[in-house]
């Protein structure tokens, strides 16, 4: 068990385009370069695919110590599929957890426009 304890923050989706690819990638970018795992909420995951057949699912490893949280990746993350005026909660461990999501929560109020303007 990590001597660190999840952090947990809600965002709000802003841009036109919602969490996609890139900006699930950034997400887990920002994670890493902060020292810090990223998670999901697991109820949130479950609900999100249960239209998706069990074979296509793209859940990842459960946290074991605490099993309300997935380890996220981009395929869950995407699966997700938070649109835009929806929220997202995510939860970080790690050395620099509550800087990171400060972080995320610019990322969500300005970069992810940059991104969706971009393509």
Known sequence: M?????????????????????????????ATAFGCTLFISAEALRVAVAHIPPKMQILGP??????????????????????????????VRGRDAAICLHAFGYLFALYFHKIDREN
């Open 2 to 30: 990590s001597a660190h304890k999840i952090m947990v923050r809600d965002y709000q989706v802003k841009n036109p385009n919602g969490i996609h690819g890139r900006q699930a990638s950034k997400l887990l970018k920002t």
């Open 62 to 91: 459960i946290l074991e110590e605490d099993p309300q949280w997935y380890f996220a990746a981009i395929g869950n993350l995407m699966h997700l599929n938070v649109q835009k005026g929806s929220s997202v909660k995510l939860g």
